[in-house]
Structure formats: structure tokens, C-alpha cells
């Protein structure tokens, strides 16, 4: 049923929610409630179909959920053009080293890897000659 | 009652129907302007949608605080919607035990670049503590980067946008970068999009193929988790 599903999906937030507000953990509630749901879901050993559905559904739109927030920028007009210098270099620079970091390592362990196959295969073939 | 009743427009202004209804129409106008560019990043709907707004509510004199609260049940929604990233990450799971080691390695590196980067150059150019803070968690998909936002003491709001304007960058130029780096491995393509600029980044990843793309969104998600519990501890630690 769709409605117990909402509710698995609730009674993690709320789990999530109680131990972030109470300071057990520092981390965001949603966060904290998001690895429960992973949890539980390890724990099926499937994703429920209705679970399944409703996240497709949900995450289709995600991107307007935080639309109302982003108007609150209205409050940081002022700051947002007294620091646009810093915030574009920060934005453009940071994101371009991000890309350039991490798509070099991503590559070098893939090499990695592939070599390691290759040695693996190389030695079974040893093995069966 | 006239029509004209300050003390009843006041009144409707809270009615959820109008703040939800007009950050739906606010959306679709937005979605419907991208799909008619062709799927451009540069027309990312989010931020599109809140320009509309914010220029529709300055221009109205409605105080933000009046729309924030009509349209509270689309800011409710975001909290379960980020829970539920845990649906497409679950399905993903054979994904990430066949390649555990690229995608573990692409985060340790990538995630503390992404972070250190950003705060690091708005330190550099003596940009405020608010902004250096808002900034730090940039990198990840803005439901969970407003969430570590409040937790660290950034503002909410400011995250959101500068979120949305980190994806369009990744989006717009990691294409680019990564074929002038000679990468050309889809996985890796898709981790660097993904872990650089979260949702947005896989969206253009996914254009480029499902395996980029699948990469891309096991990044945005993963990165997001690990940023969400690294970052407050780091914060904490200062």
C-alpha cells in the first residue's frame, strides 16, 4: 500500500529528526533518515514496488522542492553584489579543480584496475597451460 | 467587504494554495523554457523558477516571509524527497560493489577538493564567514546542502542558489574538461560530473550515455551522504 510506504519514508524522518534535533548526531535529520531508509532496504533485500514508485514520482520534481528557499535569496541581494567577485571566482575555480581532480583519479584507478584484470587473466591462462 | 480589503488580501496571501500554486506555475514555465532550448543547463528550471518568483513577490510587496509560509508544504516535501534518494542508490548497489574501488577513490579525492576548493579561494579573496560557510557544501544536491548549511551555520537560502549555480558550471564546462584531460572512460566522466556538481552535472552526464549518467548520479549521491556527515564534524572541530 502506498500509505505504509509514506510511512516508512516518515517514520525514518522522524527517527532522523529526532537525532539530529537532540544533538546524538551532528548531522542533517534528512541525512541521518536517508541512511535508515538504506538500512531497511538492505534489510528487505528489494525495494518495495509502491516504495519504488513513489520515490520515481517524488525525485521527478525534486527539483522544485527547493524553489521556496532559493526566493529567501531576496535577503542576500545585498551580499550577493558585495561579494560576487569572491563567490564567482570560488564557484568557477572550485568546481573546474573538483572536475579536474577527481576525473584524474577516477581514471588512474580505472587504468588500475583493468591492468590488475588483465594480470588476473593472464596468470589463470598460465595456470590452465 | 470591498474588494479592495488590504486586511483580506493579506489573509489569501497565506493560503497555501497560492504560494504552492504559484511555485508549480513558477516550475512548469521554467521546465517548459528549458525543454524549448533544447535542454540547456543555462536554462536550469530551479533557478529560472526562483528568479520568477523573486521578482513576482519584490514586485507585489508580499514579504518573502508570508510566500515562505504559504508555499511551507513544497519546503516540507524536500526533507522525505532527499530521504528517498535512498530508493535509486539501493538499486544501484551491484553497481557499486563492481567498481567499489574507482567510485571510493574519485570521493576521497574529489570531496575534499570540492569543499577546500570553494572555501578556500572566497578565504582567499576575504569573502564573509556567512558566505564561506554557505559556500562549503556546494558541491552536493541542494536538499541535503541546505540541511548541512543550517547544521554548520551558512544560510539556507544563500546554499540553495549557489547549489544550483555549481551545477550549471559542472554542467556547462566538465564536458569540456574532461575531453581536453584525454578521460574519455564513461565512468569516470559520469564520477567527476556527479561529484562536482550533483544533480545538474548528471543530468548533462546522462545526455552523454546511461553509463556516465548512472555514474554520475551514484556520485552526486554518495558524495552527498559523506559530505552531510564530514562536513559538521569538520565544523565542529573549529
Known amino acids: 500500500m502506498l500509505l505504509i510506504e509514506a510511512l516508512r519514508v516518515l517514520i525514518c524522518l522522524c527517527a532522523g529528526e529526532i537525532l539530529s534535533g537532540l544533538g546524538v548526531l551532528p548531522f542533517p535529520g534528512s541525512v541521518i533518515a536517508l541512511v535508515l531508509l538504506l538500512a531497511n532496504l538492505a534489510l528487505i533485500g528489494e525495494v518495495p514496488p509502491q516504495l519504488g514508485r513513489l520515490a520515481d514520482n517524488v525525485l521527478a520534481v525534486l527539483g522544485m522542492l527547493f524553489v521556496p528557499t532559493g526566493v529567501g535569496l531576496l535577503a542576500y541581494t545585498h551580499l550577493l553584489r558585495k561579494e560576487f567577485a569572491p563567490i564567482a571566482a570560488a564557484i ?38 | 467587504m470591498s474588494p479592495f480589503d488590504p486586511v483580506a488580501w493579506h489573509k489569501i496571501e497565506l493560503v497555501p494554495a497560492v504560494g504552492v500554486g504559484a511555485t508549480i506555475a513558477a516550475y512548469v514555465v521554467a521546465v517548459r523554457l528549458q525543454r524549448w532550448s533544447g535542454g540547456s543547463a543555462i536554462f536550469n528550471p530551479t533557478l529560472i523558477a526562483i528568479l520568477l518568483l523573486a521578482l513576482a513577490v519584490k514586485l507585489s510587496g508580499i514579504d518573502y516571509a508570508d510566500y515562505a509560509r504559504s508555499a511551507g508544504v513544497v519546503t516540507f516535501a524536500l526533507s522525505p524527497a532527499v530521504v528517498l534518494l535512498a530508493v535509486p542508490l539501493f538499486r544501484q548497489r551491484r553497481l557499486i560493489r563492481d567498481s567499489a574501488r574507482v567510485i571510493l577513490g574519485s570521493l576521497a579525492l574529489g570531496l575534499p ?85 550533483h544533480g545538474i552535472g548528471t543530468a548533462r552526464a546522462l545526455q552523454m550515455g546511461e553509463t556516465a549518467g548512472a555514474f554520475a548520479g551514484l556520485g552526486m549521491s554518495l558524495n552527498g551522504i559523506l559530505t552531510a556527515i564530514l562536513l559538521p564534524l569538520a565544523a565542529n572541530l573549529f
Open chain 1, 92 to 129: 568557477l575555480g572550485g568546481t573546474l579543480l573538483t572536475i579536474v581532480v577527481t576525473a584524474f583519479a577516477a581514471k588512474r584507478l580505472a587504468e588500475l584496475e583493468t591492468r590488475k584484470r588483465i594480470a588476473r587473466d593472464r596468470e589463470a591462462v598460465d595456470v590452465a597451460l
Open chain 2, 113 to 197: 577538493t570540492g569543499v577546500l576548493s570553494a572555501t578556500g579561494i572566497a578565504w582567499l579573496l576575504h569573502a564573509d564567514r556567512v558566505t564561506i560557510l554557505s559556500l562549503a557544501p556546494k558541491s552536493t544536491t541542494a536538499g541535503i546542502a541546505i540541511g548541512i548549511s543550517e547544521k554548520i551555520g551558512g544560510a539556507p537560502s544563500l546554499t540553495a542558489v549557489l547549489v544550483i549555480m555549481t551545477g550549471i558550471t559542472g554542467a556547462v564546462i566538465g564536458p569540456f574538461v574532461t575531453r581536453q584531460m584525454g578521460v574519455s572512460d564513461p565512468r569516470s566522466v559520469g564520477l567527476a560530473m556527479g561529484i562536482a556538481s
